[in-house]
């Protein structure tokens, strides 16, 4: 029984996080894989033709099989899910890309370095797998889930840098309005073709 690519990225990226912690030179390992997860939908399918190229070899040829199994059709859109999904999904990850410079920027807590290139690798494989629908939506989902102990941070005003201490109460009332506006969405989403 093979994994879900979502559950084998999602424990790779935690080993890399991890491993970028004990490195020396571990900036350079960061943006090395932060480039290779930017271009992740681009990457898997150069893989599969490199793999093509070999399948004379049982063995390739069966992880070949497999590949295109696994993956095939996961770069349309339309395959699974549909537009107003994407576009759903694409607002939350707007809303966490906006969340996440706004932390940056006015937050006087730094979180533990591996969660924050954890946050990081996670991000940029969301905006590299734009193209593979299954990743694109659950590692969204997974960034939104990353993402409590950064709204937590910019709840508490007495954790922000000084003079936007404000900010926290405005804040709670966008991310409430943005939550209320993303779940009347969903809901004509979902609901929209359903008697009453």
């Known amino acids: 029984m093979m994994l879900h690519p979502a559950t084998i990225m999602l424990v790779l990226l935690r080993i890399l996080a991890g491993l970028s912690d004990q490195l020396k030179y571990s900036t350079i390992f960061d943006i090395f894989i932060i480039l290779i997860l930017l271009f992740y939908s681009k990457l898997i399918s150069l893989t599969l033709q490199i793999l093509s190229l070999l399948s004379s070899v049982p063995f390739v040829n069966f992880l070949l099989l497999k590949g295109q199994y696994y993956l095939y059709g996961q770069s349309n859109y339309q395959s699974f899910a549909g537009t107003r999904e994407i576009i759903g999904i694409s607002l939350i990850l707007l809303d966490q890309v906006v ?10 807590c730094n979180l533990v370095k591996g969660y924050s290139v954890f946050y990081v690798f996670v991000m940029t494989l969301v905006l590299g ?68």
């Open 99 to 108: 969340e996440f410079i706004f932390f940056l920027h006015l937050s006087r």
């Open 129 to 196: 797998s734009i193209l593979n629908t299954q990743i694109y939506i659950r590692f969204t989902m997974v960034l939104l889930f990353l993402s409590i102990p950064m709204r937590m941070i910019l709840l508490d005003g007495n954790k922000l840098k000084k003079g936007y201490h404000n900010l926290s109460g405005l804040y709670l009332v966008v991310s409430m309005l943005f939550s209320t506006l993303m779940f009347i969405y969903w809901y004509i989403l979902t609901y929209q073709y359903l008697p009453l």
